[in-house]
């Protein structure tokens, strides 16, 4: 079993920066894909951003080069780097881990993952 844990949500102005982290504990080793998927209210979820075991990124067009995911093998943590902000970026945000790696940004973008954590509230508001 795996648990994961975000923060570094909140308040922040348009134009503004946020980072996210994702802590996972319990068998992190069977870990092989990290994402994070966003869902606003009345919305459904969606992808955001996604990490495979070999590192190779992959992004939605909407925050492809605002936002950036970044992995930390040794704090077995996952960030995500919120810049530009914009309001429609509003919603909460989900980590989530997979004990299969995904191949391509089709399988990497998917609702299927393993472990899902609470989440954690932005708000892009001026």
């Known amino acids: 079993q795996v648990h994961l844990v975000e923060s570094g949500g909140g308040l922040v102005q348009p134009g503004g920066s946020l980072r996210l982290s994702c802590a996972a504990s319990?068998?992190?080793?069977?870990?092989?894909?990290t994402g994070w998927f966003r869902q606003a209210p009345g919305k459904e979820r969606e992808f955001v951003a996604a990490?495979?075991?070999?590192?190779?990124?992959y992004y939605a067009d909407s925050v492809k080069g605002r936002f950036t995911l970044s992995r930390d093998n040794r704090r077995n943590s996952v960030y995500l780097q919120m810049n530009s902000l914009k309001p429609e970026d509003t919603a909460v945000y989900y980590c989530?881990?997979?004990?299969?790696?995904?191949?391509?940004?089709?399988?990497?973008?998917?609702?299927?993952?393993?472990?899902w954590g609470q989440g954690t509230q932005v708000t892009v508001s001026s």
């Open positions: 989530a881990a997979d004990g299969s790696d995904c191949a391509d940004f089709f399988g990497c973008s998917r609702l299927t993952y393993d472990y």
């Open positions: 319990g068998r992190t080793e069977g870990i092989y894909a």
């Open positions: 990490v495979k075991r070999s590192g190779m990124t």
